[in-house]
């Protein structure tokens, strides 16, 4: 494919070069900012868009800016999602992939072993806490003892023994 020919002054190159960097480097930080926060990287939506970015500006910078560390810079941007999207920061992650393998019609029984096998008994995350099902009711928190986790709920309604409905209720 033919280079495409980007600005012929140097400085303007630079320049346009420098300001793809600082917009890598922002986006990145609010990136990671909302794998702690939320789990960002359990939406594909937002992981498609982050690594379009990237190696979108890489392409910009191989192609357009003729720039090797504007193409490796958007690479590592890029990879660095692909790899957060399998590193679990916090107990986050797990809690609502935990609520994203629910299917209606389960036991109580086999959710609370969808439950241990995210969080399995001497795991590195606490275990969340369960309360006993009350009205056909199940709830589940995080973590009640630490103050980043302890509103991070889960309601789930049984009918019949059998899982109806939930509701994800993030911190």
């Known amino acids: ?75 590592i941007f890029a990879l660095t999602f692909v790899v957060l999207r399998f590193v679990e920061l916090n107990p986050v992650k797990p809690f ?26 001497g795991g590195r995350f606490v275990h969340p806490q369960v309360d006993p099902m009350r009205d056909q009711w199940l709830w589940m928190t995080l973590d009640p003892h630490h103050s980043d986790y302890n509103s991070e709920l889960i309601t789930l309604r049984f009918e019949d023994g059998r899982l109806e409905r939930g509701q994800y209720l993030p911190d």
């Open 96 to 121: 609502r992939a935990f609520y994203r393998d629910l299917a209606p019609g389960m036991t109580e029984a086999e959710v609370l072993d969808l439950l241990d096998h995210r969080f399995p008994a």
């Open 1 to 75: 494919m033919a280079e495409i020919s980007g600005p012929e002054n140097s400085f303007v190159r630079d320049l346009i070069a420098f300001i793809l960097l600082i917009l890598l480097l922002v986006l990145a930080a609010f990136g990671v900012l909302g794998e702690v926060m939320f789990a960002a990287t359990l939406f594909p939506w937002l992981l498609v868009t982050v690594l379009l970015i990237g190696f979108g500006a890489a392409e910009l910078g191989r192609r357009w800016l003729h720039s090797q560390g504007l193409q490796a810079a958007g690479l």
